[in-house]
């Protein structure tokens, strides 16, 4: 398999992660596709560490699998934080709905 799979896997993933932000009325599917698109991203620093040749041949190429392991370390803390704000704002306002959270505007 070569580096054109996985960059079409990654380029689908992406595409199925910003169709969700942009159609979907729920916070928690917001949530889920700004998962997706982080893991487009992994893969693609996955897959360019791997075929394109490297940067630092004293490491063994390990790049990619550095700058990804940080990403689901932030992806991790952001889904921590962004669930306590959903569960917050679920309890003050009783939906889950981005434009039900409208306090700030009266």
């Known amino acids: 398999m070569g580096l054109g799979a996985y960059v079409a896997v990654s380029a ?12 979907r009325r729920n916070v928690l599917y917001i949530l889920m ?18 075929f394109g040749g490297y940067l630092d041949p004293e490491n ?18 952001e889904a921590a934080v962004a669930l306590a704000i959903v569960l917050n704002v679920f309890y003050l306002f009783d ?5 039900d959270a409208d306090l700030m505007r009266e």
């Open 12 to 23: 689908a993933l992406f595409a199925l992660g910003i169709v969700a932000i942009v159609t």
């Open 60 to 77: 063994g190429g390990l790049d990619g699998q550095m700058f990804a392991i940080f990403t689901i370390i932030l992806a991790a803390a």
């Open 33 to 50: 596709g700004i998962e997706m698109i982080l893991n487009a991203a992994n893969i693609n620093f996955v897959a360019f560490s791997r």
């Open 95 to 99: 939906s889950v709905k981005p434009s």
